[in-house]
């Protein structure tokens, strides 16, 4: 099965079609998402070929992931969640925030190479997490704990950003005008 995310991010969009010679069916097909959630829900990893840049530089057109149940009662930061928008479209981002309203536990995540973070999305629309990548010959294991770190460090680093870019502008040129007299 192949994952097609779709993302604001994204550079260009290809349709991505059924390939008969091939075996690779897009995940936007009529029922493929419905199949890998319940799969997941049944405890069964489930391997999925990726296409999009949003996720760049970690995932690549053409990279395979296994796709995990959710371990533990909630999804942890920095863990690649796979869901669906509030358009439907399939994602694979990266938590990088909880947050609770009205009692329901809420998620932001973010593509890597994305700008912005995404809408938030109810916990219980999470249907599983990247537990491995597969790309080029190597295997990456997601749970291992330097890539645990690099996970928490580039978390950091989105929200850091973030909050750079949301400094009001009159304390921005203030800061600008101190460094540059320093």
Do not use: W
Not at 93 to 108: E, N, W
Not at 159 to 168: A, K, V
């Amino acid at each position: 099965i192949q994952l097609a995310p779709f993302s604001a991010c994204d550079y260009e969009r290809q349709p991505v079609s059924m390939n008969k010679t091939s075996s690779v069916i897009s995940i936007r097909e009529q029922g493929a998402f419905e199949l890998i959630r319940s799969l997941l829900h049944q405890g069964i990893s489930v391997r999925v070929r990726v296409s999009g840049r949003s996720m760049q530089p970690l995932l690549k057109d053409g990279d395979t992931v296994e796709l995990a149940p959710l371990e533990g009662p909630h999804p942890r930061i920095g863990d690649i969640l796979f869901f669906r928008d509030q358009y439907g479209n399939p994602l694979l981002h990266r938590l990088v925030r909880r947050s609770y309203r009205d009692k329901v536990r809420y998620l932001q995540s973010k593509g890597d190479a994305c700008g912005g973070f995404d809408n938030l999305v109810p916990e219980k629309h999470i249907v599983g997490y990247v537990r491995r990548i597969t790309g080029k010959g190597q295997t990456v294991d997601l749970q291992a704990a330097m890539m645990r770190f690099a996970a928490y460090y580039i978390v950091g680093r989105s929200l850091l950003r973030h909050s750079l870019y949301s400094i009001p502008l009159p304390l921005k040129k203030r800061i600008s005008a101190e460094k540059s007299s320093a």
